[in-house]
């Protein structure tokens, strides 16, 4: 019997290329632990589980309308009604809790920016490592910052749900962003143990040499991000678009593990390279 999959929202963060062509961008990678229960040792794309407080109504004070409006319009085929807006706070809870970045607004309206004292940075150190022992919810530090999300900033990408077949399966939601200008991605040690910045096309070069190892939706996200020149066309590309859910297969061939995706290509479950 399948196992139900559990809802999961990931961020793609993009950002300009510090070298070569002024067009180009780079996308934050970052290395799943080798002891982790669900794709060890392989590089994604920050993100993780939705938890039942991201699904809270309360959490609605601390958005814009305009904002409350496209993310509960944006999910087809939702699990729940609260899912909705729970998926869109997950993803930028995980990609605070994981990467340090915050997608929020001060209560004067100026977006989040961690290039001030010494005392706030660690401040929302602290945070991060608070919300990873569950001491204290991302509600309270919003609360607490008279914070307002930014989900103005992020934009939906993508719908992938894990193969029937895997015995922990996730119905993730993928969002695209641009990174905050005046933040930086530090990951959080534990489920992410190194982070990286590189162009699309090179991450995939590398996996196809059996150096950087990627899950099927990891690889197929990439592919799609390499056909874009800018970050610009990269967001452009959402508006309007119809996200249709994707579910690969998993089928053992003479003690192979393979994974069939719906355009019929068959992906090897490759180790990576030491």
Not at 111 to 139: C, H, P, Q, T
Not at 210 to 221: D, G, R, S
Not at 224 to 248: C, H, N, P, W, Y
Request: aromatic share 10%; glycine share 4%.
């Amino acid at each position: 019997m399948a196992v139900t999959p559990r809802d999961a929202a990931t961020v793609i963060l993009l950002r300009k290329a510090r070298s070569g062509k002024d067009e180009d961008f780079e996308v934050l990678m970052a290395l799943r632990n080798r002891k982790s229960s669900f794709v060890p040792s392989s590089y994604v794309f920050p993100g993780g589980r939705v938890d039942d407080e991201d699904c809270l109504t309360k959490l609605e004070k601390f958005c814009r309308r305009s904002d409350l409006e496209k993310a509960k319009a944006s999910i087809e085929k939702p699990s729940f009604p609260e899912i909705d807006l729970g998926l869109w706070i997950a993803a930028i809870r995980e990609t605070f809790e994981e990467m340090g970045l915050l997608y929020a607004y001060r209560k004067d309206g100026s977006f989040m920016r961690f290039d001030g004292s010494n005392d706030e940075i660690e401040k929302y150190k602290a945070y991060r490592k608070s919300l990873a022992d569950r001491s204290v919810s991302f509600a309270e530090i919003l609360s607490e910052e008279r914070l307002t999300l930014a989900l103005d900033q992020l934009y939906y990408f993508s719908h992938w749900i894990t193969p029937e077949l895997s015995p922990k399966r996730f119905d993730t939601r993928f969002f695209v962003a641009e990174a905050p200008r005046f933040q930086t991605a530090l990951h959080d040690g534990q489920e992410l143990t190194t982070h990286l910045w590189i162009r699309p096309r090179k991450a995939l070069e590398q996996y196809w040499r059996h150096q950087f190892h990627m899950v099927v939706p990891t690889i197929v996200t990439l592919e799609e991000l390499s056909r874009f020149k800018r970050i610009a066309d990269v967001i452009e590309s959402t508006r309007g678009k119809e996200v249709q859910s994707v579910m690969t297969r998993i089928v053992v061939t003479n003690g192979e593990v393979q994974e069939h995706a719906p355009d019929g290509r068959i992906f090897r479950n490759l180790v990576a390279s030491e």
